[in-house]
Structures are given as structure tokens and as C-alpha cells.
Nanobody
Framework: QVQLVESGGGLVQSGGSLTLSCAAS????????MGWHRQAPGKQRELVAV???????NYADSAKGRFTISRDNVRNTVYLQMNSLKPDDTAVYYC????????????WGQGTQVTVSS
């Protein structure tokens, strides 16, 4: 129902920056809370950042001060700007769209790899 396609991942050196994009194929993009999650090797998937329908944001402690989530409700796209990247940021980053409390309205992208070298 909702297709999410991430892009922008890649290899970057420690201290560098990347901006991830997630394009949503839906006519009701503004219905969804959007988030970025990541899964590092051997670890559970964790929330990185979330943005509400009207632009309120929350971040994991590890992301605060370095990452910025934003959304464009005209282009149906959510972004994650990542600065001062660390090797610990290496993970597959997943875009998520959901309506809180509504079963089935929870969608995931395929993920994009971010690798930070030291």
C-alpha cells in the first residue's frame, strides 16, 4: 500500500556527513508519522529519529546534536541529515511510515547501507 524507497547511503569517513532520503509512494503521506531506524551488525533495530505529521521531532540520544530529520509533505519525502558521523553509526538505515495505534498501517523500506570508516 505504501512503498518506501531509501537512498543516499554509502561509505563515508569518520567526521563526514551523509543525507538519506526516503521517498514514499502514497497519496496520504501526511497521515503518517515518519521515522528512521537502523540496525547494526549483531544488534537489534533501533529508532534513530522520528517526525510527526506536523513536524515535531524526537531523536535517540546517540543522534541528538548530530542528526536532523525533516519531511517534505509536498514531495512525500523524509530526510535524515547525518553529521559528524562515527564508526558506531555504521548500520542499515530503514525508513518507516506508520499511523500509531492502527494495526497494518506500518510500512518499511528496504534499507540503505551506511558505512563509516575510521
Amino acid at each position: 500500500q505504501v512503498q518506501l524507497v531509501e537512498s543516499g547511503g554509502g561509505l563515508v569517513q569518520s567526521g563526514g556527513s551523509l543525507t538519506l532520503s526516503c521517498a514514499a509512494s502514497t497519496s496520504t503521506f501526511s497521515w503518517y508519522v515518519m521515522g528512521w531506524h537502523r540496525q547494526a551488525p549483531g544488534k537489534q533495530r533501533e529508532l534513530v529519529a522520528v517526525i510527526s505529521r506536523d513536524g515535531n521531532t524526537n531523536y535517540a540520544d546517540s543522534a541528538k546534536g548530530r542528526f536532523t530529520i525533516s519531511r517534505d509533505n509536498v514531495r512525500n519525502t523524509v530526510y535524515l541529515q547525518m553529521n559528524s558521523l562515527k564508526p558506531d553509526d555504521t548500520a542499515v538505515y530503514y525508513c518507516n511510515a506508520k499511523v500509531i495505534g492502527v494495526s497494518g498501517m506500518d510500512y518499511w523500506g528496504q534499507g540503505t547501507q551506511v558505512t563509516v570508516s575510521s
